[in-house]
């Protein structure tokens, strides 16, 4: 699936649940941006490292005060590079990955206090997340010039590859502030869980036969790219974790529809 068809999906669920539906609820459109993080084989120990910037979009219906159910539309980027790392082992393995992250998502949220939007009594309120969408992701690295995309290369030896579109489950917090009318600014970080651990491009174990891009002199083995070659075929080349995981913290505005009825065509 293209990111065109995940964005005409979008925003085919936006305009024919807002002119074809006549509803007692509120429904409500909104944009974010901010970070991006990743956590897995380059990154094992640090929930909150931003590595790069994300955006995002939603249409949102909330059915009362404290319950609403959002289609979210997010991209971020995010790298990790094991030559920055601080942990001496890492820096040997010399591992890297940097991959855009294309996410659709249903969400649905529950306010902990009566929001004021729509006959509720409290201006702020703090709320929670969860639900299932899609995520498509391509590692890739950079060397001499020209751009490799990794999951297209097996760096690990895997006959079939691997499917760069997955499932995946968010979840997360955040704060919401109605603070003119029908507008609202928010805040949240959620974190994702992929059905994948190649988010990037780094699982299982180094393979017998590396990959090995580049011409003459001037080669680079991308399955172990070791300072001193010690990807040994066999042993062990990323964490002992199943999946990765990776997280979207953002700030942004929203806009709901508070009129007592929908017209529709």
Known sequence: ???????????FFIVCTKVSTAQ??????????GGAGYMGDLNQNNPLKISG????????????????VRLNYTYGEVAAFDYK?????????NLAFETSLNELSALVDFNFFNYSLGGGTRQFTPYIFAGVGV????????????????????TEGQ????????????YGVGLRYNYKDTWSIFSEIGYRTPLTDYIDDVSN?????????GKGQNTLNLSDPSLNQTGYAG??????????????VSVGISFTFVSSKCYSF
Not at 1 to 11: E, N, Q, R, Y
Not at 25 to 30: F, K, L, N, Q, R
Not at 139 to 144: E, N
Not at 235 to 248: E, M, V
């Open 85 to 93: 790392s601080d942990n001496a082992y890492f820096r040997e393995r």
């Open 1 to 11: 699936m293209t990111l065109s068809k995940i964005v005409a999906i979008f925003l």
């Open 135 to 154: 995520v498509i992701f391509k590692p890739k690295v950079k060397f001499d010039g020209e751009t490799y995309r990794l999951d297209q290369l097996a």
């Open 235 to 248: 042993t062990q080349r990323g964490d002992f974790r199943k999946r990765d995981t990776y997280l979207f």
């Open 53 to 68: 910037l994300s955006g995002g979009l939603y249409g949102k219906r909330n059915f009362n005060q404290y319950l609403g």
């Open 205 to 213: 174990r180094y393979p017998v036969n590396p990959v090995i891009v």
């Open 24 to 33: 007692e609820g509120t429904w409500e459109v909104g944009i974010m941006a």
């Open 159 to 170: 006959p079939n590859g691997y499917p760069n579109m997955v499932l995946t489950v968010p």
